[in-house]
């Protein structure tokens, strides 16, 4: 550990703050919603509840890997967020979710980095653990999906096409999921299951994402799609993507082999509108930031939306 690490880490407060610090250090707030993402999944593709062992250790698996690949996005990043935090990092973020908690907190120099290394590799490890015992394929997509987030940060300014893998990370805990409740899951529905989440990625939550740091990203040359094309297009992009999500979902629905009753199609509309076509549209019209992070705070619940009325569903 440097000095300069020692000196800041003496500076921050222990105990039970500390745990608070590592939850921030994983965005626990943003990752409690993303946990919505594998449990719609998995209920959409099996049509019914799986046992208490399979839900208990989906959970167990959920958080422990969206805990620690959040992590490891800071620990890879650490010398670009330092630099962003001398510059006076992100100063309109009231409505930001990921700002909830303490922002970069190892940049900040309240953790060290050998803490949120051990935080990172802790979790990565249960994560592994229970996702055998779900299903070997479950281990696969996690260390994928970790190194794609590593390579997603590389990209930073390297190429926009980070998006590109931004999207296809958000995508591996719902592939996990349907594989840990079957092993031989159809092709077709992980097809439209990887799009809808793919869209939805891109145009809810990466794009609008970038507006929270865009000074900081436009000073350093970020290769983000708002820096490289300009708000006009990268919104255009964000618009079309949230419309793309809404028509696979419901593709997704109408298609697949499981039958979902006609209310609940209407519902995920509703929802897709609501909560990512509407506050897209805003942030098309108006192109500042607080649209961007209205839109990506709303896109956020847009998982966990479904996610309840599709329980509401089944229980019916």
Same mark, same amino acid.
């Given at each position: 550990?440097?000095? =300069?690490?020692?000196?800041? =880490? ?57 805990? =620690? ?27 930001? %979710? ?100 793919? =869209? ?38 964000? %618009? ?77």
């Amino acid at each position: 550990m440097r000095n =300069s690490d020692v000196t800041l =880490s003496r500076r921050a407060p222990g105990g039970l703050s500390r745990l608070k610090l590592l939850l921030a250090l994983s965005r626990t707030p943003h990752l409690l919603l993303d946990l919505a993402t594998p449990a719609l999944a998995a209920l959409l593709w099996l049509g019914a509840f799986p046992s208490p062992r399979i839900i208990v250790l989906g959970l167990v698996t959920a958080f422990a890997g969206y805990t =620690s690949v959040y992590a490891l996005n800071d620990l890879v990043d650490l010398r670009n967020d330092r630099r962003k935090i001398r510059e006076g990092g992100c100063l309109e973020c009231e409505n930001y %979710l990921d700002g909830v908690m303490v922002r970069h907190p190892m940049a900040q120099g309240l953790l060290s980095f050998r803490e949120g290394l051990v935080w990172a590799v802790g979790w990565a490890v249960v994560c592994l653990t229970c996702g055998y015992l779900l299903n070997p394929v479950c281990v696969l997509i996690f260390l994928a999906g970790a190194s794609l987030e590593t390579v997603y940060c590389l990209l930073w300014r390297i190429s926009p096409f980070r998006t590109v893998v931004s999207g296809a990370v958000k995508t591996c805990g719902a592939l996990a999921a349907v594989f840990a409740v079957d092993p031989s899951p159809s092709l077709f529905f992980l097809v439209l299951l990887f799009g809808w989440l793919f =869209s939805w990625e891109i145009g809810g939550q990466n794009i609008p994402n970038d507006w929270a740091e865009i000074e900081e990203d436009t000073r350093f040359q970020a290769k983000t799609i708002l820096v490289q094309l300009g708000p006009a297009r990268a919104t255009e992009i964000a %618009l079309a993507c949230v419309f793309l999500a809404v028509a696979v979902n419901i593709a997704l629905l109408l298609l697949m082999e499981q039958k979902y009753p006609m209310y609940f199609v209407g519902a995920s509309i509703l929802i897709g509108l609501y909560l990512l076509i509407l506050p897209a549209y805003g942030l098309f019209q108006r192109r500042e930031r607080p649209q961007a992070l209205i839109l990506f705070k709303k896109a956020s619940y847009y998982p966990l939306a479904l996610l309840i009325a599709l329980t509401i569903t089944m229980l019916l």
